[in-house]
């Protein structure tokens, strides 16, 4: 029995349809069935140098959420490669912290895709945040809410708001605040009468928090303090100097990515003067290492500065290499990842007093001793390509040399 005219006309229409619908998911057009199944939970392959925060604002989603799905123990500690669970329409009534929210209609021929493309944002981030079941399906004159990033001028940046300042009449930020203030600046200088709200001169702290959006760079967080500070840059503790003293600096580096950040300084005050300023700073110019800084000789605890560097050409003399780092009795790490056109590699390393050097894990130069400045060569075969250096340096006292260069044979 042969099909009649009408069945090859029907296996034909639904064989245009098919290709069709094929045609368009291609396109983008349309979001595979896979997405639109898994819109409770979606799966992400974390990608080399991404942090969950940015995850999280990807799909426009908090950083708690991921992390309770994922059972995540510590939210810095991620790694390339790594499948994490992301719960999409889990109540999707707000925007994510330290974003704005607009109001698209939806007009003829848009979809998801092409409206988050038109705001800089992702189509699982406006589905997420309108409670959207299936991507696909949008209609004319539907009122979605979409992400944007909050813009008002800023140094480096624009800001989503002021800073919100929060007030304890105690030097542990414990229990309720006293009062609750904004500022457009944190730059006090107390002196002995204290913040107000009924709080006197000595033994209060206070926490500062706001969003603001950055440009993609590295940038110095500047902070003058009498007495303790600290200071998180999207939940990461950058700044630690909680005890007394005079008045000081402390000043450290961050490469951020485009977005909103969140920033939070906590803050105490002892006994005699007070004072907060803190402001920050744009570096300028393509940085190749990142180099801490530790006040003792064995790279032991916490850096107390941050700092990116274009060469590793330094001779302090007798002077500190930066602020919060004391001249005498330091260390440092330098890292960086640099391409190589392959081959025979002369490294030449100046050094007063002690320095190592390692390729890729090799440890190519090792003079880890006191002495006045010398140098030292290594001749290393290098494959083509990317290799990471890094170098470790310690100054006992005197004059401090800190000095690495390459050149190919």
């Known amino acids: 029995m042969f099909p009649t005219r009408k069945g090859v006309s029907m296996v034909k229409r639904s064989l245009l349809i098919g290709l069709l619908l094929a045609i368009l998911v291609l396109s983008g057009v349309l979001i595979p069935h896979e997405a639109q199944a898994s819109c409770q939970t979606v799966r992400h392959v974390v990608k080399p140098g991404e942090t969950l925060y940015q995850i999280a604002r990807r799909y426009g989603v908090s950083v708690s959420s991921i992390v309770q799905a994922n059972n995540l123990w510590n939210p810095n500690l991620i790694y ?25 209609v939806v007009k003829r021929g848009e979809y998801l895709k092409s409206i988050a493309a038109k705001y800089g944002t992702t189509w699982q981030a406006i589905a997420n945040l309108n409670n959207i079941q299936n991507p696909n399906l949008i209609y004319v004159g539907q009122r979605l809410k979409i992400p944007v990033k909050c813009s008002s001028p800023g140094g480096g940046g624009s800001g989503s708001g ?41 033994d209060f702290s206070a926490r500062f928090t706001r969003s603001r959006y950055f440009d993609a760079g ?15 840059v999207d939940g990461v503790l950058i700044i630690d100097q909680w005890h007394d003293s005079a008045p000081r600096q402390y000043v450290t580096d961050k490469q951020l990515s485009a977005g909103n950040h969140t920033l939070q300084i906590d803050y105490y005050q002892h006994k005699g003067g007070a004072q907060l300023k803190f402001w920050i700073d744009r570096v300028n110019g393509q940085a190749a290492w990142k180099g801490v800084y530790f006040n003792n ?22 002077k500190s290499p930066a602020e919060g780092v004391t001249a005498d009795y330091f260390s440092a790490r330098y890292t960086g990842e640099f391409q190589f056109s392959g081959g025979r590699y002369r490294f030449i390393a100046t050094m007063d007093d002690g320095m190592r050097v390692w390729i890729d894990g090799n440890l190519i130069i090792d003079s880890w001793r006191s002495g006045s400045a010398r ?17 470790e340096f310690f100054e006992e006292k005197g004059d401090a040399v800190c000095k690495l260069r390459w050149t190919q044979k």
């Open 80 to 104: 390339s490669g790594q499948v994490l669970l992301i719960p999409l329409c889990s109540g999707g009534t707000t925007p994510p912290p330290g974003q704005c929210v607009k109001v698209h």
């Open 162 to 202: 002021p800073w919100k300042g929060q007030f304890w009449a105690n030097r542990l930020l414990s229990g309720n605040p006293k009062f609750t203030k904004q500022y457009q600046k944190i730059d006090f200088n107390w002196g002995k009468k204290g913040p107000g709200g009924g709080i006197g001169g000595t």
């Open 218 to 232: 590295i940038y110095r967080f500047n902070v003058i303090v009498d007495d303790g500070v600290r200071l998180w």
């Open 297 to 318: 000789m064995q790279l032991r605890g916490n850096p107390v500065t941050t700092r990116y560097y274009k060469t590793i050409d330094f001779d302090w003399g007798k």
């Open 375 to 391: 140098t030292l060569t290594a001749d290393v075969d290098v494959g083509q390509g990317k290799h990471t250096i890094k170098i």
